[in-house]
């Protein structure tokens, strides 16, 4: 039950890593439209059984009553939540948004003709590509949730050592001094028992 867990710390990393971007995946396309209606169902995404959670009085995030806190899903997320007997998880990154910047422009990387949630999608989502192998992607939602602009993208995917595939989703976000990386995951063959509330989490994302 914990092969999930013990085994994204490979995916975690990408993360937190500035990366060169890779070429998409191929899907089919019914595969690609069955993601995407996912997640143009947000609007119904309401955790019935949930808890607010606040994380030093920064922000604050919904999180079924069902998953438990623990600290072994990545070594600098601020909020980890999970449940291994359903094979349920999420977490939390959030970073300064100045220093985010600063690292791009040392880099010669900054775009100052793009958005920000952009620049820190893309670069968020092209890191995926060199710890795992992606099946099936959505395209990248545009939105702003709770006031902050926001991106949202899900997929489907192996891991090295893993034998079973497992479904992603992923919400990044610029908040008024930092930014936030949400990824919630379970499962393939239990992605429709955790996609309402995974989306749900990707929503109730509010600064304080």
Not at 12 to 33: D, F, H, K, R, Y
């Amino acid at each position: 039950m914990k092969r999930l867990q013990t085994t994204f710390f490979a995916v975690g990393i990408a993360i937190s890593l500035l990366s060169c971007n890779q070429e998409p995946s191929s899907v089919t396309t019914q595969e690609l439209m069955d993601t995407i209606e996912e997640l143009e169902d947000l609007d119904d995404a309401i955790l019935d059984n949930s808890l607010e959670k606040t994380v030093n009085d920064q922000y604050s995030v919904n999180i079924p009553e069902d998953l438990t806190v623990t600290t072994s899903l990545n070594d600098v997320a601020s909020l980890q939540y999970n449940n291994i007997y359903s094979e349920k998880y999420v977490i939390v990154i959030d970073e300064d948004k100045q220093s985010f910047i600063d690292i791009l422009k040392s880099l010669n990387a900054f775009d100052p003709s793009k958005e920000l949630i952009d620049e820190y999608a893309d670069i968020q989502i092209s890191g995926f590509g060199e710890n795992l192998s992606i099946s099936n992607q959505s395209k990248v939602m545009k939105t702003k949730i709770n006031g902050m602009d926001a991106r949202l993208f899900a997929f489907d995917a192996t891991i090295d050592g893993v034998v079973d595939p497992i479904s992603y989703w992923t919400g990044y976000y610029v908040g008024e001094d930092n930014l936030y990386t949400i990824m919630a995951w379970t499962l393939k063959s239990m992605k429709n028992d955790y996609e309402k509330e995974a989306n749900g989490i990707l929503q109730s994302l509010k600064e304080i």
